[in-house]
């Protein structure tokens, strides 16, 4: 049987923008629900035509804030998917949500639509923090829609940002021992960075904003890791922590570079060796469509040694490392075109990665600085 692909959908609206925030999100007062839908749906069948026989795996409604999504279009994407490609018996369908109480009310629905996993935007429990961050739900909304989350989808995810400015380390342990109390399967923990365009990166050239140093923020994932693995919910990537058997496994696919078609605005896709991107702006986006059938603004072919690169930064973010002998049966490639093995021994020597006969990973010794680390051992050239 053919790997599954994973369909990404791109809802691109929000009710206002966070501050912290790099996606490509929009606000909008009105939005055409009838319009949307078609061009979805349109965008859909247009990718599906290009990625015949492949059982779709996993759906991601990702944005901006696809909670405010009608379910009927949510249902409608779905019903799509399973005309044109077919969904695995497992189907994992996943939508992200913020826990407004106006959200939250459409769980049902979601779930009646389809839906089998939420991503719950909560961010932090503490008031003041929340409105540092920009969010629009209070702290009582965030467990309120944790709770009403799990009476309605089998499976429930939140995430947290900590590495916040003044953030102690006593602060974010209570914090993240109340996020564990829920029993949820899946925890995303983000460290807080300032992000190039965004309204805190201009509070940040200021001076007005300062987050906490390396060695804090070192520390604060330390423990991060110590607390979330006696939970039962180790790191399986940088910033994601699951019980086995319950990683997203929609993201796993980008991890593992598994080919992923993206619809909607700004979405991006790998298909059989080709990079595609959508026209970001909502309205741009619509007329594309409505030109052409399609959203499509970039279709680029990738070069083998390319590939082999984007699945190396990848790969390597994952607990379980990556599989060298996939990488070259994907581009043709033998691995010492991309991958430095006299730096592999020198960093393996110091504790910071791990080979394993084609097995190659970073250890929770190396994962704090693994930026450098594949600056040494990935080949880009």
């Known amino acids: 049987m053919a790997e599954p692909l994973a369909l990404y959908v791109h809802w691109p609206f929000c009710v206002s923008k966070c501050p912290y925030c790099d996606f490509n999100s929009h606000v909008r007062e009105s939005v055409d629900q009838a319009v949307w839908r078609e061009a979805l749906l349109t965008d859909l069948r247009h990718e599906a035509a290009l990625l015949p ?12 804030t696809p909670s405010l999504m009608p379910p009927e279009t949510v249902a409608a994407v779905i019903a799509a998917a399973e005309s044109a490609w077919g969904l695995t018996d497992d189907v994992e369908i996943t939508l992200e949500a913020n826990p407004n109480s106006v959200e939250v009310a459409g769980f049902a629905d979601l779930a009646a ?23 629009a739900h209070s702290e009582d909304e965030a467990r309120r829609a944790i709770a009403m989350a799990q009476e309605h989808f089998a499976r429930v995810s939140f995430d947290l940002i900590y590495a916040r400015p003044g953030q102690t380390m006593a602060a974010w342990e209570s914090e993240l021992a109340g996020a564990l109390a829920f029993g949820t399967d899946h925890l995303s923990l983000y460290q807080l960075t300032i992000e190039p365009g965004t309204r805190f990166a201009t509070l940040a050239a200021k001076g007005d904003l300062v987050i906490p140093d390396g060695d804090t923020a070192a520390d604060l994932f330390d423990a991060t890791q110590a607390i979330t693995c ?57 007329a594309a469509v409505e030109r052409n059938g399609h959203g499509l603004k970039v279709e680029a072919d990738l070069p083998a040694h390319e590939r082999a690169t984007e699945a190396m930064l990848m790969g390597l973010r994952l607990t379980e490392g990556i599989d060298l002998t996939r990488i070259e049966a994907r581009t043709g490639l033998a691995r010492g075109a991309f991958v430095d093995a006299d730096a592999v021994v020198r960093l393996a020597g110091q504790g910071l990665m791990r080979e394993d006969g084609n097995r190659l990973t970073v250890t929770d010794d190396g994962i704090l600085l693994l930026d450098s680390i594949l600056s040494e051992v990935v080949r880009t050239g």
């Open 53 to 64: 026989g492949r059982p779709v795996g996993s759906i991601f409604f990702g944005g901006g």
């Open 113 to 135: 639509a389809g839906v089998n996993r939420v991503s719950i935007g909560v961010q932090s429990f503490d008031s003041e923090v929340l409105e540092f961050l920009g969010r």
């Open 230 to 286: 006696a939970a039962g919910l180790p790191r399986y990537e940088v910033s994601n922590h699951a019980r086995i058997g319950q990683e997203s496994r929609h993201n796993l696919a980008y991890w593992r570079y598994a080919d992923y078609a993206g619809i909607g605005p700004g979405a991006h896709g790998r298909r059989l060796g080709q990079a595609t991107e959508r026209h970001r702006k909502p309205e741009n986006f619509v």
